[in-house]
C-alpha cells in the first residue's frame, strides 16, 4: 500500500459519493439518511474549493480510499478563523492509518488557509474518530446526548477542537485588527 493525499479533483466525485454513501447507509457517524447524488457531491467539492478551503483524498494508487475537508464552522463573520473537518475512509479500508494521513494533512492544509482552530463535530460519538482525532492532539470540548434518531438508537455528538498555528494568542491578521 502506497498512500498519498492530494487535493480533490471533480474526477474523484464518483469515488468519494460511494465512501460518504456507505457511511451514509451503514453507520451513524453522519446524520444524513439517503446519500447525496453525485451533482450534490460535485458542488460541495465546487463550494470547499471555491472558498479556498482544503478538501484533500487519500489515494492508494490510483484508488481514491478517503477524503477530508474543512469549511468555516459557521457562516457568519466572526468564525471565519475557525473550521469543522470532515473525513470518512472507505469502509473497507479502515484501520489502516489513512484517517490518520488524511487528518494530519487537513491540520496543516487549514492553518495555511489561515483558520485558527479546528473543530471535530462527531455524530454518534464514533469511539474510532474520537480516537483518531484524540490521537492528533484535539481535546474533549463537549457532548451532547441524544442529538439524532437514525439506526433505531439515540445518538450522541462528540465535540473536540485544536488550536491551529498561533490559535487564539495573537490577532488573526498582522496588524492585529479584524
Known amino acids: 500500500m502506497t498512500l498519498t493525499v492530494r487535493p480533490a479533483t471533480l ?9 460518504y454513501a456507505h457511511h451514509v447507509l451503514h453507520g ?4 444524513e439518511i439517503v446519500p447525496p447524488s453525485l451533482a450534490d457531491t460535485e458542488a460541495t467539492i465546487e463550494t470547499v474549493t471555491g472558498r479556498g478551503w482544503p478538501f484533500l483524498v487519500a489515494c492508494d494508487g490510483l484508488e481514491v480510499v478517503g477524503y477530508a475537508y474543512a469549511t468555516q464552522f ?3 463573520p466572526a468564525y471565519a478563523y475557525a473550521c469543522e473537518n470532515s473525513i ?33 463535530v462527531i455524530g454518534g460519538g ?23 434518531w437514525k439506526a433505531g438508537q ?5 465535540y473536540m ?7 487564539t494568542a495573537t490577532a488573526p491578521d498582522a496588524l492585529g485588527t479584524d
Do not use: N
Request: charge should be neutral; glycine fraction near 14%.
Open 74 to 76: 459557521r457562516d457568519r
Open 161 to 167: 477542537q485544536i488550536a491551529l498555528g498561533d490559535g
Open 126 to 148: 464514533e469511539p474510532a474518530s474520537v480516537a483518531l482525532h484524540g490521537s492528533c492532539g484535539f481535546e474533549h470540548a463537549g457532548r451532547l446526548t441524544g442529538m439524532g
Open 154 to 158: 439515540w445518538l450522541d455528538t462528540v
Open 28 to 31: 451513524t457517524a453522519t446524520y
Open 11 to 19: 474526477k474523484d466525485v464518483g469515488a468519494i459519493a460511494d465512501i
Open 88 to 120: 470518512y475512509i472507505a469502509h473497507d479500508r479502515r484501520g489502516a492509518g489513512i484517517g490518520k494521513l488524511l487528518l494530519v494533512a487537513l491540520l496543516q492544509a487549514a492553518e495555511a488557509c489561515g483558520f485558527r482552530r479546528m473543530v471535530a
